[in-house]
């Protein structure tokens, strides 16, 4: 007996399928999971000019504006939700909030102040505390920080930014050991460890994240000035071609931070024309464009675009003193020699520096601006095999030289 080849009728398990095989329409908690913001943002978007303008809405399209970067729309999504009727209170610490990613600090603070008491308020004020360098206040809200990860997380970035980086780098192990997911903390530890100068340890320790992560903006361009620090701007340059490769054209800061980075890994090349526009967009080129026209030996221009910065890091500090030694010797003004030498004193004698090889080299020209040569032999023979690339090591050995001339001991040293 043959069998029919006839096929059976559609019944409903077939219509299930089919139902089944429809696409589903994409939810708000699919972008955000997945952290498509700019997804997110686009469906949150057309309910919006579908007329679902409510608080909530406009909330969430503040909050995927801000994950995205876009802190100018983010601020006018949060300034048009304060004038809505019924909006909530704690709206006015996320405006804060946004006021601070802008540098608004003063703003941010007279808007916070109108939120209720909360912790992501004490972390927002313990921030802008360090902001407006208000010693009290600091310890003030610190006192208010607990044992819980943003708070913790909040108090690590402040060590950072006040250059204590092993404090850092203490917080931001303890809480992975206690969260292994939180991969990027593996981020922050390595960028410590750069602030430190241990390249070698940070390529390690990023090398975690870049596993799982590949293409991330933040690790790929660290991982570049690492290579730039063991190597030279040729290695660096070429893994931070991986970074453009994968950036987003709409990704704006990454494309700065790329522009600016070539600019160093290329030895000052397009610096007039690269770094005058990021001055304001990213704290490294200002730095960046002095010591451009050191190289050039434009030293007043160097001194013009620096005088009036009031240093804060260690790095401020160092190139203070650097410009101030060369314009001193340039034009004979001890005023400035003097100057120079205090700023090197400040920084090689603190307690986070002086360990470090710019603490060090800051110890060795501070002595050598005070012509006590016997102190910068010292401090320079105890860095010089730290120095990776061939023209720090030229350098340091041509500094030797001529200091060890100076102290008549160049036959009994060699």
Request: aromatic share 12%; net charge neutral.
């Amino acid at each position: 007996m043959l069998l029919s080849r006839a096929k059976p009728a559609s019944g409903p398990a077939t219509v299930e399928e089919k139902e089944k095989k429809k696409k589903k329409l994409p939810k708000l908690e699919d972008f955000v999971g997945a952290r498509d913001y700019t997804g997110a943002v686009t469906l949150l978007e057309f309910e919006r000019a579908n007329k679902k303008n409510d608080i909530e809405t406009a909330m969430w399209i503040s909050y995927c504006y801000f994950h995205l970067g876009d802190y100018k729309r983010c601020l006018k999504e949060y300034t048009e939700i304060t004038e809505m009727k019924g909006a909530p209170t704690e709206n006015w610490v996320y405006l804060g909030c946004v006021m601070f990613f802008l540098g608004m600090y003063k703003e941010a603070e007279e808007a916070s102040t109108k939120g209720p008491d909360s912790k992501l308020k004490n972390r927002l004020m313990f921030h802008l505390s360090h902001k407006f360098n208000d010693e009290k206040k600091l310890m003030s809200f610190h006192k208010n920080l607990q044992d819980i990860v943003e708070d913790q997380l909040s108090l690590a970035s402040i060590h950072y930014l006040r250059s204590h980086y092993q404090e850092a780098i203490d917080i931001y192990k303890r809480v992975l050991l206690e969260n292994r997911e939180f991969l990027a903390l593996n981020v922050y530890v390595a960028l410590c460890y750069y602030k430190l100068d241990y390249y070698d340890v940070s390529q390690e320790v990023l090398a975690v994240y870049l596993q799982h992560f590949p293409d991330s903006t933040v690790a790929i361009n660290l991982k570049a000035c690492n290579h730039f620090r063991l190597y030279n701007g040729k290695a660096a340059e070429a893994e931070l071609k991986n970074l453009s490769d994968v950036c987003s054209p709409s990704f704006k800061f990454a494309s700065d931070l790329i522009k600016h980075n070539l600019v160093v890994f290329r030895a000052g090349e397009s610096a007039l024309q690269v770094l005058p526009p990021l001055i304001d967009v990213i704290p490294e080129a200002r730095l960046n464009l002095v010591i451009y026209y050191l190289r050039q030996d434009d030293i007043q221009e160097a001194y013009n675009h620096f005088k009036d910065v009031s240093p804060t890091t260690p790095q401020e500090y160092i190139l203070k003193g650097v410009v101030n030694a060369a314009l001193g010797q340039e034009q004979g003004l001890n005023d400035h020699i003097k100057i120079a030498q205090q700023y090197f004193q400040l920084v090689g004698g603190s307690a986070s520096e002086c360990d470090t090889i710019p603490g060090r080299q800051c110890m060795a020209s501070c002595f050598f601006l005070l012509k006590q040569f016997d102190d910068v032999l010292i401090y320079l023979n105890s860095i010089k095999s730290y120095f990776y690339n061939e023209t720090s090591l030229i350098t340091t050995s041509v500094r030797l030289r001529q200091l060890l001339v100076a102290t008549r001991r160049l036959r009994r040293y060699f």
